[in-house]
């Protein structure tokens, strides 16, 4: 597996990306949008996109299965806003990279929770799946999220209330415009933290499960 950091260029963002030593095939794209304590200017502030997410996860593999990428918002600036900057920048990777773009998924945690849903919200068609981590959106624009949707969110959140992400899981059932999987993990006695739980096995590979020919 391979570990790269990018801090110049084009790109609309510093960035670390993980990614199988050879890559024969297109392969899955996971894009990770951090909480706010780790905004930065890349540099040495870069590696703080690391600590949270699927990093942990894959550092534990011999291999990886798929191309990860954690972006870093700037220190004055937040997820919600960079919507269209986000937007560009998966699109960058998919000309960089070989990438499956039936199979782009987006997370985030907090800040980056809030990123996720409303990035989603505005370019749904590009996303396989997402997995918002107490975070929360725009609830009147719920029906336009049609892919499969896995939610976490902490009981005791007293940071991002976990109503947030109650109020965009209820609404979308009730629409009923989602034909695929809403799921929602509430973390009995867990506060904002929600991170620690929900980036795991087994999400990773709810995530790279979805997409055409999954």
Same mark, same amino acid.
């Given at each position: 597996?391979?570990?790269?950091?990018?801090?110049?260029?084009?790109?609309?963002?510093?960035?670390?990306?993980?990614?199988?030593?050879?890559?024969?095939?297109?392969?899955?794209?996971?894009?990770?949008?951090?909480?706010?304590?780790?905004?930065?200017?890349?540099?040495?502030?870069?590696?703080?996109?690391?600590?949270?997410?699927?990093?942990?996860?894959?550092?534990?593999?011999?291999?990886?299965?798929?191309?990860?990428? /954690? #972006?870093? $918002?700037?220190?004055?600036?937040? !997820?919600? %806003?960079? @919507?269209?900057?986000?937007?560009?920048?998966?699109?960058?990777?998919?000309?960089?990279?070989?990438?499956?773009?039936?199979?782009?998924?987006?997370?985030?945690?907090?800040?980056?929770?809030?990123?996720?849903?409303?990035?989603?919200?505005?370019?749904?068609?590009?996303?396989?799946?997402? /997995? #918002?981590? $107490?975070?929360?959106?725009?609830? !009147?624009? %719920?029906? @336009?999220?049609?892919?499969?949707?896995?939610?976490?969110?902490?009981?005791?959140?007293?940071?991002?209330?976990?109503?947030?992400?109650?109020?965009?899981?209820?609404?979308?059932?009730?629409?009923?415009?989602?034909?695929?999987?809403?799921?929602?993990?509430?973390?009995?006695?867990?506060?904002?933290?929600?991170?620690?739980?929900?980036?795991?096995?087994?999400?990773?590979?709810?995530?790279?499960?979805?997409?055409?020919?999954?």
């Amino acid at each position: 597996m391979i570990r790269e950091l990018f801090q110049e260029g084009n790109w609309q963002f510093p960035f670390v990306v993980y990614h199988p030593e050879v890559m024969e095939e297109k392969l899955p794209l996971i894009v990770f949008l951090h909480g706010a304590g780790e905004r930065g200017m890349g540099g040495d502030e870069l590696p703080g996109v690391e600590s949270s997410g699927f990093a942990k996860v894959l550092q534990e593999k011999d291999s990886c299965p798929c191309i990860y990428v /954690a #972006p870093q $918002c700037r220190p004055d600036s937040f !997820w919600a %806003a960079e @919507v269209p900057n986000i937007h560009d920048f998966i699109v960058e990777l998919t000309k960089t990279y070989p990438v499956d773009e039936k199979k782009i998924f987006l997370t985030g945690l907090s800040m980056g929770g809030f990123g996720t849903w409303y990035t989603a919200m505005r370019y749904p068609g590009m996303f396989a799946a997402i /997995a #918002p981590v $107490c975070g929360g959106g725009m609830v !009147w624009n %719920a029906g @336009v999220l049609e892919m499969p949707i896995w939610a976490f969110h902490g009981t005791e959140d007293d940071v991002v209330y976990p109503s947030e992400t109650i109020n965009m899981i209820h609404k979308l059932r009730s629409l009923g415009t989602n034909k695929n999987e809403v799921k929602m993990t509430l973390l009995d006695g867990v506060a904002h933290n929600a991170w620690d739980y929900a980036y795991n096995q087994e999400l990773l590979d709810w995530l790279l499960s979805k997409g055409e020919n999954a």
